[in-house]
């Protein structure tokens, strides 16, 4: 048994893959005199991390990706450098990457009722994180204005530690569970709506690492049909958030942007994803709007082809999707994104020649073109 407590009816016997709906995804466990163990010397994929009392591991610490745990146990008691007194909540590992922060170091943010909490405890996932970066320290103001985060890179013992089960991530429970779904619901509420209504989320910024071949084209299309053109690269966190808030009609190509709308997603909202590469990672974008609009978002598979190096034979994060541009306006039409009537023009045949070039030079290597055998979400 754990020397703890639970705030739900879960059973914390049962440490498997984390899920939306029920188990120790939704409790939270309360830990006197833990040890916080930090990744010391080990930032491989599966580091030995967590939180250790006077029983050993915790596992409710644990941090899962998909169906495996990532944060392997700690099986001796480590020393600690420092004494933390009073109530600190275990926020978990955090990320460097935009998407990964987003995705997977917020996940144990929904505890909100600790009024006497002085701090939200978090580790360094890689070796090289050795400090929050402004962005981050922007989502932790707004989803725990109330309770200060710190970066802990040493082991620690902590007079009282409150561990929120992970109700967030990627897998099975990248819908969010209940209760993290609320906690966004009403830290977002909060936000302004005095932005534009109709917003395209441009990725041109980025494409240099993936995209879709003559975006430029979808931008000037969907200008002409009334939207917004946003690069969220331009912008800080808040304001990014105050247009996702603001919008009725949501459009882009699928990218780490749309973790942070679903932070936002309404179910007043109608949302739309332009698919860039014919991967299955995009199923995690899709579960956690899902969550939040609870419905499906339109998802816009229109790939005919993929351009990658030679070396790769099927598409990835960074490839670049050659895709119709005739039937993405068709199924933005029939969705309700547009008005048949509007312009739409379509990239020429030099015109996606050109595309191509770019983005070799932009990779330094020459790209082949291969051919989609089948479409995911099709």
């Known amino acids: 048994m754990l020397n703890g407590e639970q705030d739900l009816d879960v059973n914390l016997n049962e440490y498997g893959i984390p899920h939306p709906d029920t188990g120790w995804s939704r409790g939270r466990t309360v830990i006197e005199n833990a040890v916080f163990a930090p990744p010391v010397d080990d930032f491989g994929p599966y580091p030995t991390c967590g939180v250790f009392d006077k029983n050993g591991d915790v596992p409710t610490a644990a941090h899962w990706r998909e169906n495996k745990r990532v944060s392997q146990p700690v099986c001796e008691r480590p020393k600690p ?11 978990g590992f955090l990320f460097g990457h935009f998407g990964h922060f987003l995705v997977e170091s917020l996940t144990r943010l929904w505890v909100t009722d600790e009024p006497y909490a002085k701090s939200f405890l978090f580790m360094p996932r890689r070796e090289n994180c050795k400090s929050f970066r402004s962005y981050q320290t922007a989502m932790l103001d707004i989803l725990a204005p109330d ?9 620690v013992e902590v007079e009282r530690l409150i561990i929120p089960g992970q109700a967030f991530g990627l897998g099975a429970i990248s819908r969010g569970t209940p209760e993290f779904r609320s906690m966004l619901r009403a830290r977002m509420s909060k936000l302004p709506t005095n932005g534009p209504k109709k917003i395209y989320i441009s990725r041109t910024l980025h494409s240099a690492v993936g995209g879709v071949l003559n975006e430029e084209i979808l ?45 936002v997603g309404r179910p007043d909202q109608k949302v739309a994803l332009i698919l860039r590469r014919n991967v299955d990672a995009v199923s995690h974008i899709v579960s956690q709007i899902e969550g939040m609009i609870e419905r499906q978002p339109t998802i816009i598979n229109s790939l ?27 199924k933005l039409i029939s969705e309700g994104f547009l008005k048949s009537e509007k312009k739409w023009r379509v ?18 290597e020459t790209l082949v073109r291969r051919v989609l055998q089948k479409r995911i979400f099709a």
Do not use: C
């Open 219 to 263: 931008e000037e299309n969907f200008a002409e049909n009334g939207y917004t053109i946003m690069h969220p690269q331009k912008m800080s966190i808040s304001e990014q958030l105050i247009w996702y808030n603001s919008a009725e009609y949501i459009v882009g190509v699928d990218s780490s942007a749309f973790h942070l709308y679903a932070f």
């Open 147 to 155: 309770v200060p985060a710190q970066l802990v890179s040493q082991a």
């Open 81 to 91: 450098t420092a004494y933390l007194s009073g109530t600190h909540i275990y926020g």
């Open 347 to 364: 990239p020429t045949s030099d015109e996606a020649l050109t595309a191509v070039r770019i983005g070799e030079k932009s990779k330094g």
């Open 304 to 330: 005919v082809a993929e351009w990658m190096p030679e070396r790769y034979k099927f598409g990835f994060h960074q490839s670049l999707g050659e895709a119709n541009h005739d039937d993405i306006r068709i």
